[in-house]
T-cell receptor, first 118, second 110 residues
Framework: EPEVTQTPSHQVTQMGQEVILRCVPI?????FYWYRQILGQKVEFLVS????????KSEIFDDQFSVERPDGSNFTLKIRSTKLEDSAMYFC????????????????FGPGTRLTVL | KNEVEQSPQNLTAQEGEFITINCSYS?????LHWLQQHPGGGIVSLFM???GKKKHGRLIATINIQEKHSSLHITASHPRDSAVYIC????????????FGKGTKLSVKP
């Protein structure tokens, strides 16, 4: 069964450093998402991406964040200058459609990347 | 406020019990999702529904659009059902980004 993969599984970085989190969505999906979950808290939406551009972003997704689909398979989240409060689990997800209300809206999640900022 | 509320926050059950987890939301939706988060952190989509009822194995999800309420039921619960169950909604009109509830931590004892 196709699945979303994410690398690395755990990233440790120093405050102020740049990190790139990588995701390979399911190959025929068209909509891509990044979410984050701070330890002990609920999952929060960061950004959605469709047709090579950002569709929607949350207040969390400020100028320190960027997303890119550099080739036909990868989808990346870059944090330019990490802060302590960026420490969280970051989940990538993909879906065939977005917001239509049908089964193809089902989002498939990757296993997550745990980011630790020291 | 566009939020998703779940209850209970924590639930402990004996193996075999019938379990109900509730979800309510404040603003209209295009779809409501139920997801399962394993102890290791991975998230799996269980159901997506916009009306009525869906069943998959021992899991049943229902939604009442008028009352803005959904329930997830687990019949004949088993210790392997122990996980966090999360309700999330599509924000209608968006590209499918989800607004999540805080989750219900279920522990099923043998």
């Amino acid at each position: 069964e196709p699945e979303v993969t994410q690398t690395p599984s755990h990233q440790v970085t120093q405050m102020g450093q740049e990190v790139i989190l990588r995701c390979v969505p399911i190959s025929n999906h068209l909509y891509f998402y990044w979410y984050r979950q701070i330890l002990g808290q609920k999952v929060e939406f960061l950004v959605s991406f469709y047709n090579n551009e950002i569709s929607e972003k949350s207040e969390i997704f400020d100028d320190q964040f960027s997303v890119e689909r550099p080739d036909g398979s990868n989808f990346t989240l870059k944090i330019r200058s990490t802060k302590l409060e960026d420490s969280a689990m970051y989940f990538c997800a993909s879906s065939d459609s977005g917001g239509r209300g049908g089964e193809t809206d089902t989002q498939y999640f990757g296993p997550g990347t745990r980011l630790t900022v020291l | 406020k566009n939020e998703v509320e779940q209850s209970p926050q924590n639930l402990t059950a004996q193996e075999g019990e019938f379990i109900t987890i509730n979800c309510s939301y404040s603003v209209g939706i295009s779809a409501l999702h139920w997801l399962q988060q394993h102890p290791g952190g991975g998230i799996v989509s269980l159901f997506m529904l916009s009306s009525g009822k869906k069943k998959h194995g021992r899991l049943i999800a229902t939604i009442n659009i008028q009352e803005k309420h959904s329930s997830l039921h687990i019949t004949a619960s088993h210790p392997r059902d122990s996980a966090v169950y999360i309700c999330a909604k599509n924000y209608g009109g968006s590209q499918g980004n989800l607004i999540f509830g805080k989750g219900t931590k279920l522990s099923v004892k043998p």
